[in-house]
């Protein structure tokens, strides 16, 4: 499995400046950028086919871009029909395979939805459908991780602390730690250097230092209300305390890949690296 040496900062995305815009230019576009990751948008639908995955990653080894993705938006792992269950599982292990024929690194998904139920038994059924997940994703060999990311919305399933303990429950599984999604989840909270550093005490505490070695981070600018996440705005525009994240990152030395997911995506993940290496 890969391990990124350092913290290397991606688009969403292929970057908005990428002439004919296709992933293989995209990736030599991030290079061109001088960003180190980029993460593929699968969130419609997985849109590589096995086929175009070989090419993929012939471009990303040339340039030396690590790769993640986003898996399909339309995923409940805590629904009540078995047949949803069974199709969102199917769309995150045909993120995972697509990304592994690709050579990447980690697999980011919106784990489900309390629908009203007892966040302990929430716990559980997700639990439950992400042992058939890793159980299948360890039988095909694949070598990517498993990441279910922090939630925007008090509504999802995935909060820090939901997602530190499923991890620890699996080898290959970790939490994508979507800053922004934290802050707009608790409509307004998690914005200070002490509640950044809550985060990271909790990885290190319940996952050990190779989990800080090995994050994926989401980190854009963002808007809310007492609902959760409205939309992604850019850094400037919005009130995400990003120099905070980067200077904790910073502190714990963490490495892995931050993804940003700001409207201008390039520009605002440009804007994060060059802060992080000021600090
Ligand atoms: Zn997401």
């Known amino acids: 499995m890969i391990k990124p040496e350092k913290l290397l900062f991606a688009p969403a995305g292929i970057p908005i400046s990428t002439p004919r815009r296709d992933t293989a230019n995209g990736i030599r576009q991030v290079k061109k950028l001088g960003l180190g990751a980029m993460e593929l948008e699968f969130v419609q639908s997985v849109n590589i086919s096995k086929e175009k995955a070989p090419e993929i990653r012939k471009v ?3 340039e030396n871009i690590v790769l993640t993705c986003h898996a399909p938006y339309f995923i409940n792992l805590n629904a009540v029909e078995p047949q949803k269950r069974g199709a969102s599982r199917s769309r995150i ?3 995972a395979k697509i990304l592994d024929a690709c050579g990447g690194y980690s697999v980011c998904f919106h784990p489900g939805f309390y629908l009203g139920m007892e966040p302990q038994k929430v716990f559980e059924n997700v639990k439950s459908e992400m042992k058939k997940i890793v159980d299948e994703v360890k039988q095909l060999g694949l070598k990517v991780w498993i990441r279910p990311e922090t939630t925007g919305k008090p509504t999802q399933f995935g909060s820090i602390e939901e997602l530190v303990e499923l991890s620890t429950e ?6 994508v730690v979507d800053f922004s999604h934290l802050h ?5 909270k998690f914005n200070s250097k002490e509640e950044f550093e809550y985060v990271m005490q909790l990885i290190e505490k319940k996952l050990g230092k190779s989990a800080v ?3 994926h981070i989401h980190l854009s600018g963002i808007a809310y209300s007492e609902k959760g996440e ?9 009130d995400m305390n990003y ?3 980067l200077e904790v990152l910073k502190g714990f030395n963490a490495r892995g890949v931050v993804v940003c997911e700001s409207p201008n995506i390039e520009e605002d993940a440009l804007l994060l690296q060059k802060t992080f290496e000021k600090i």
Do not use: Y
């Open 60 to 62: 990303a080894e040339e």
């Open 93 to 95: 292990l045909q993120a």
């Open 170 to 175: 699996f080898d290959n599984v970790l939490p």
């Open 184 to 188: 707009a989840r608790t409509n307004g």
């Open 213 to 215: 070695q090995n994050m």
């Open 230 to 238: 409205k939309n992604h705005l850019v850094l400037k525009d919005s």
């Open 243 to 245: 120099l905070a994240v």
